[in-house]
């Protein structure tokens, strides 16, 4: 107790302004109360780090690798900011980069500073830490040319003969591209296959395949490898084919994998990951599924199967698999409510939006929504409890996540995925009503006749669901009290109908200005606040939206079209304050950089056209405002979409759906 309150109190003082030193000197005085000593030596480094004190930090982070945290790539970013002398803005930013990342990957270093870096960890650490695969890797983010070849030639041999299956994804970490003076991972198809480390790679592989199937040993090699080093190889190759976007290539390749190895887990889950991302998601359920036969108890590609198969609209299926691991007793779907599981909730909701379930999908969002909102109450519960028992360090990072709570990934999917589903019901308002009886005033007698009939045949067949449902509730219910098992409670709206009744603008107004406060990093959320507003007749909210969005994304091609819709519904009408159409006429030419409409697109379209980077989303965008101003004509707006062909960044299945589905409105 006392070394945390001690650690406690560290903090605070090291939260106060300009008061690092103090906070410094009170870890030195406290260091024999605290018990902690791999905080104690984490939170000493970061101090001295900060008041450029580099020399002591040095001594500080190796005294962490020596106590065994050489795999801890946070420690290793702290040892490269103390050896460069990184200014505090640096020292804040690498601390809280996660994975593999370090100050290496982070920002460009020059020359000096690599070298700097690569005497430290291929001589003195290496020969410290000869089996650490941090300082092992870490000098392949900061060499170049032929020394990096050799380096992951190194690297790949030991990979492949050891058979690591994410030797790939480890490799990919190190096709970087830089963005605003900083590195960012390369993504993009195009961006990975125009990098030149992605050639080096490839060539390696290619060179390991033909060496090891001839002579069943690497190129220059002085002992045989195993059978299943070549197997290895080939899913190294089908893994680059997939991040190149070549995925006839990737599925051929891997396909002799499963050829030579039927029985390897890892095989189906690449192919499956080749599938969905070469737009065949039920070959790629069924794929992981044939996988999962082979180890019925690994939860992982159990977990996978269930997600391709809600995504491939499979929803009883993935029930069954995911059901395999829960309890055997009761509803599975309601236990994995119980135990929070949004990831599946998540995906049954965007599932049974596709096939237009609208009242079971909003209940399966609101679920998710429950889940936050628990975690925000219990909060409360920790108070006491820590407290009491003095883990008060804990209970502050608690109180740090409950603050960005609504602003994490899942709440502001569920919220979106609520906030687009109450639109569409708004703007289709005949969703919603196929249960009423139509006007039979203006039908025929005949027509009248078949239509009283056709709603005497849904009544009857809604009666009978819900009496099947009620059955076998009941049956439920005695079977688990036979077992003795405590029953579950009983669902009065499982189809979500009382979801259905609600204001759908009042809702996802609700939702939106929760994320506009919470998650305002996101474009989505202001891209939803546009789309609220702009119904709500709201323009100088939606206005702002704009402007938000813009300086989070300026070449968003949904952003881009909103613009564009933005100078329809900007108009003197919508409006009635005065003011408000003062403010928005006076903001309108910065919105469209003081331009005419017809010249911001023309402007854009220039600028897609000589900038060969341009992502198709957005090509799609101007494409279509370059027609609906009038601002050119439609064979300019064809040719700006199919103008870098396939190869174009952007490029995947949907994007290419939408550019077809684009063309075709051109005609």
Partial sequence: ESSELAMYKNRLLSEMPDNLQVALDHLDECKKVVVDETAWLMTKGTYQLRLGRYEDAQQTFMSLLK?????????????????????????????????????????????????????????????????????????????????????????????????????????????????????????????????????????????????????????????????????WAWYLRAYLHEICGEYSAGLAMVDKCIEHTPTGVDLYELKGQILKASGDIEAAAECLDAGRDLDKQDRYINNQTTKYMLQANKEDVALERIALFVKHEGNPEQMLSDMQCSWYELELAECLRRKSEWGKSLKNFTSVVKHFEDWHEDQFDFHSYCIRKGTLRAYADVLRFEDELWGLDNFARAAEGMSRLYIHLYDNPSLTKEDEEPDYSAMTAAERKRAKAIARKKKKAAEKKKEEEMAAAEAAAKANQKKGTKPAAVDEDPNGEALLKQDPLEEAKKF???????????????????????????????????????????????????????????????????????????????????????QYVQDAAAGAESDASTNLTLRIAIAKAIVKTKSGSTSDAANLIVDQGIDGRGVSVETAKAALACLKEFG
């Fill in 512 to 598: 939106s200005a929760i994320l506009s406060r919470h998650a305002p990093f996101r474009l989505s959320t202001w891209l939803l606040q546009y789309d609220v507003a702009i119904r709500r007749k709201k323009t100088l909210l939606a206005m702002q939206a704009l402007f938000k969005g813009r300086a989070l994304d300026p070449k968003n091609g949904e952003l881009f079209t909103r613009i564009v819709d933005f100078a329809d519904k900007a108009s003197p009408e919508d409006d009635s304050h005065d003011a408000v159409q003062e403010i928005i006429q006076g903001e309108l030419p910065n919105l469209y950089d003081g331009k005419e409409l017809s």
């Fill in 67 to 231: 106590r065994g945290l050489t795999e801890d790539y946070r420690v290793h970013s702290g040892y490269m900011c103390a050896l460069l002398e990184a200014d505090d803005e640096t020292c804040q930013a690498a601390a809280k980069l996660k994975g593999t990342r370090t100050l290496a990957t982070m920002k460009p270093l020059t020359g000096d500073q690599r070298q700097a870096l690569l005497n430290i960890y291929q001589g003195s650490l290496a020969e410290r830490f000869p089996r650490s695969a941090a300082v092992r890797r870490i000098p392949l983010t900061l060499l170049e040319g032929e020394e990096l070849k050799a380096a992951i030639n190194v690297y790949c041999r030991k990979g492949l003969s050891k058979g690591v299956p994410s030797l790939g994804c480890d490799l990919s970490a190190l096709l970087l591209v830089e963005e605003d003076g900083k590195y960012a991972p390369a993504t993009d198809p195009s961006d990975v296959r125009a990098h030149p480390t992605t050639a080096m790679i490839t060539n390696l592989v290619e060179s390991y395949i033909t060496s090891l199937s001839s002579e069943s040993k690497f190129p220059n090699g002085e002992s045989s490898e195993s059978p299943s080093t070549i197997m």
